[in-house]
Antibody, heavy 120, light 106 residues
Framework: QVQLVQSGAEVKKPGASVKVSCKAS????????INWVRQATGQGLEWMGW????????GYAQKFQGRVTMTRNTSISTAYMELSSLRSEDTAVYYC?????????????WGQGTMVTVSS | SYELTQPLSVSVALGQTARITCGGN??????VHWYQQKPGQAPVLVIY???NRPSGIPERFSGSNSGNTATLTISRAQAGDEADYYC?????????FGGGTKLTVL
């Protein structure tokens, strides 16, 4: 079945970087954009950016420009999201999500989420 | 930047109809998507492009969008519908989520 499986929980110190992976299966990885969304405990959903797995093109929310990098490895159908210069406010669950059709559309398949804790 | 406004909470009696709104400037000109999120789980798409249901989503879920308000309607509400609901749009190549609405089924 179509699914996205994310890497496990991470604990990082302030100032460090974290790289979360998102492995796709059950569909052609390069045919659908991948977006990243995060959610702090008890808070709402916050969009971080998108990546086209075919071209590698990306688009980031202004808030994360300069700190986030989205990449992929098409040979293993895996997308990555790296966030640098971590601070306590980055503590959240990070989700990858597939776009339903193409471009600016709904997110029909979500990963299970990866908890990232930033603490000294 | 484009802002979406949702009520913090909505309550509905078991078996009745719940309506969750999502307000935004001329939101009727955009495609609105709705997600359901239960505690400890990833969001699930329940309505896409204003009024379309993905496969597996009950017909009790419907959506509309006009003017400055989009609405998610849940008919014959069940205990299992209790969750947080988020609306989403795209604006200027950026995706935006509403703040979320907690639906309580009484």
């Amino acid at each position: 079945q179509v699914q996205l499986v994310q890497s496990g929980a991470e604990v990082k110190k302030p100032g460090a970087s974290v790289k979360v992976s998102c492995k796709a299966s059950g569909y052609t990885f390069t045919s659908y954009d991948i977006n990243w969304v995060r959610q702090a405990t008890g808070q709402g959903l916050e969009w971080m950016g998108w990546m086209n797995p075919n071209s590698g093109n990306t688009g980031y929310a202004q808030k994360f420009q300069g700190r986030v990098t989205m990449t992929r490895n098409t040979s293993i159908s895996t997308a990555y999201m790296e966030l640098s210069s971590l601070r306590s406010e980055d503590t959240a669950v990070y989700y990858c999500a597939r776009v339903y059709d193409y471009g600016e559309d709904a997110f029909d398949i979500w990963g299970q989420g990866t908890m990232v804790t930033v603490s000294s | 930047s484009y802002e979406l406004t949702q009520p913090l909470s909505v309550s509905v009696a078991l078996g009745q109809t719940a309506r969750i709104t999502c307000g935004g400037n001329n939101i009727g000109s955009k495609n609105v998507h709705w997600y359901q999120q239960k505690p400890g789980q990833a969001p699930v798409l329940v309505i896409y492009r204003d009024s379309n249901r993905p496969s597996g989503i009950p017909e009790r879920f419907s959506g509309s969008n006009s003017g400055n308000t989009a609405t998610l309607t849940i008919s014959r509400a069940q205990a299992g519908d209790e969750a947080d609901y988020y609306c989403q749009v795209w604006d200027s190549s950026t995706s935006k989520f509403g703040g979320g609405t907690k639906l309580t089924v009484l």
